[in-house]
């Protein structure tokens, strides 16, 4: 009777933490003022139900099955071992939640590296293998018909809405495609995923349905990107491409591997020659930020003078030359989650402003607001420190080894035909899961895509189903390359 209780408890645990990582998305990404609370509430109650899992396997007694699941199931003890090193840093972020004087932003700050962690922890918790396998589908077809409503919206209605809800007018009118969120470049960010997914299919894939299926996914989120005329997303899709060169092809043998990579790059050159050619309206975005279309015709040297002008004024490295501003006045410790919103009246100016001599900054910046730096990166260390930013990367680089390692077992697999079936599976979540980050990591550069909920849960997800990959499946993982 305890087991049975028990395995409800893990497949009401799972079941759950699916339902936030494929619905979010769709309910607006939720964004905090539209569905970020049943999402939590309902990641909380997983949780609640993962750790009644937890304390009826402690109390029920020993069996040979039972002992041979675990003894399999253990794989994934290395898995836990990396979420284990974000442990510090969530610890650091609740201890300077307390301490911010704007409780609801810093909860959101806090919330949204809590949130990412337990769905991390609860796929790796209770997926085994087939219901990976399962959910890795799901997350497939469900970015696929993200981007197909994307794409369709952007015909049908013009952008006018996101769902039901009527959209931004900045947007629509600017004819950028939003899919279900309400930002554009947020739709970018998920159409990237969907291209990470694809890629693996088609590269890592062996029946021809798993690589039509990863072309139709690869090129569906490469015309949600053009179409959402992201610049962030564009330079994006030419990191994945770089990274899928590395890591795809990695598994190949060593004569081959140079000539397929050659032959990738040379089709992956001509797609972007033809985006370039025909997405005038996307590449427009590119040469209006910098001024290029105005400095072209000027001589070389004054034509670089005006566009290092031209950027210097653009809202991007505004945001960041005020969030460097307040860092610096808070080295080690920040200035406090969710604070940089509050402080931009104060940060935003320029340095060169004097009040004494009533000398006004050359870059005055007081037309708008800003909620968010666009760059994680930089507002991570804006409001939790050099403490703080060291406590998340340090784990973060070793949680991309442990996807590399696995990576790597899985694709020396593939050559076996007693192997290749269930490491395959493997090698494509591995994949996926470097790729994405990647992905988010670059793009986070210019934007806050990891600040929509629905992304950040999402991404927590494809890294974790590779991180439950049991021991049997990673054998002499420390002595892998």
């Known amino acids: 009777m305890l087991r049975i209780l028990n395995r409800v408890f893990e497949i009401t645990a799972l079941l759950l933490a699916a339902g936030v990582v494929l619905l979010g998305p769709w309910w607006f990404g939720a964004w905090e003022m539209w569905g970020f609370w049943p999402f939590a509430t309902t ?180 015309i949600g990107v053009v179409l959402s005329k992201s610049r962030g997303g564009g330079l994006t899709l030419v990191v994945v491409a770089a990274a899928v ?85 808070h080295p080690w410790m920040g200035i406090a989650p969710g604070m940089h919103a509050v402080l931009w009246p104060h940060f935003a100016p320029s340095s060169d402003g004097d009040r004494a001599l009533n000398r006004w900054p050359t870059l005055p910046n007081n037309v708008y607001t800003s909620n968010a730096v666009h760059n994680d990166w930089m507002q991570l260390l804006e409001e939790y420190g050099a403490v703080g930013f060291l406590l998340f990367t340090v784990p973060l680089m070793l949680l991309v080894r442990g996807l590399r390692r696995r990576l790597h077992y899985a694709g020396t697999q593939l050559g076996s035909r007693a192997r290749a079936e269930s490491a395959r599976p493997d090698a494509i979540q591995a994949l996926t899961a470097l790729l994405a980050l990647a992905a988010m990591a670059f793009h986070s550069l210019g934007d806050f895509n990891l600040q929509m909920p629905a992304t950040t849960w999402l991404l927590a997800a494809l890294v974790a189903l590779p991180l439950a990959a049991p021991v049997s499946d990673v054998p002499g993982e420390d002595a892998a390359a």
């Open 245 to 329: 060169l590395v890591w795809g092809l990695a598994h190949l043998p060593r004569g081959v591997r140079l000539w397929c990579r050659l032959s990738v790059a040379s089709a992956l050159l001509c797609a972007a020659v033809l985006v370039v050619c025909f997405a005038q309206n996307f590449m427009q975005r590119y040469s209006h930020y910098i001024g290029w279309h105005v400095a072209k015709d000027r001589p070389p040297r004054e034509a670089l003078a005006f566009v290092a002008d031209v950027l210097r004024r653009q809202d991007r490295p505004i945001m960041f030359a005020a969030a460097y501003r307040a860092w610096r006045t």
């Open 43 to 222: 990641l909380f109650v997983a949780t609640a139900c993962l750790g009644l899992r937890a304390i009826g396997g402690a109390c029920q007694p020993p069996s040979r099955e039972a002992g041979q699941r675990t003894v399999n199931g253990s794989g994934a003890r290395q898995g836990w071992r990396l979420l284990a090193a974000f442990l510090p840093f969530l610890l650091y972020a609740f201890f300077r939640f307390l301490q911010s004087p704007v409780y609801l932003l810093a909860e959101r700050s806090f919330l949204l590296h809590l949130t990412a962690l337990l769905v991390a922890a609860l796929i790796l918790g209770t997926a085994r293998a087939r219901a990976r396998r399962i959910l890795f589908a799901l997350i497939t077809a469900d970015l696929f018909l993200l981007g197909a409503y994307g794409i369709a919206n952007h015909f049908i209605t013009g952008n006018r809405y996101v769902l039901w809800v009527p959209g931004f007018a900045q947007y629509y009118q600017d004819n950028r495609a939003t899919g279900s969120y309400f930002c554009p470049d947020h739709f970018a960010g998920i159409m990237e995923v969907g291209v990470c997914a694809g890629l693996a299919l088609l590269f890592l894939g062996k029946a021809w349905s798993s690589r039509t299926c990863g072309l139709v996914l690869s090129l569906l989120g490469i």
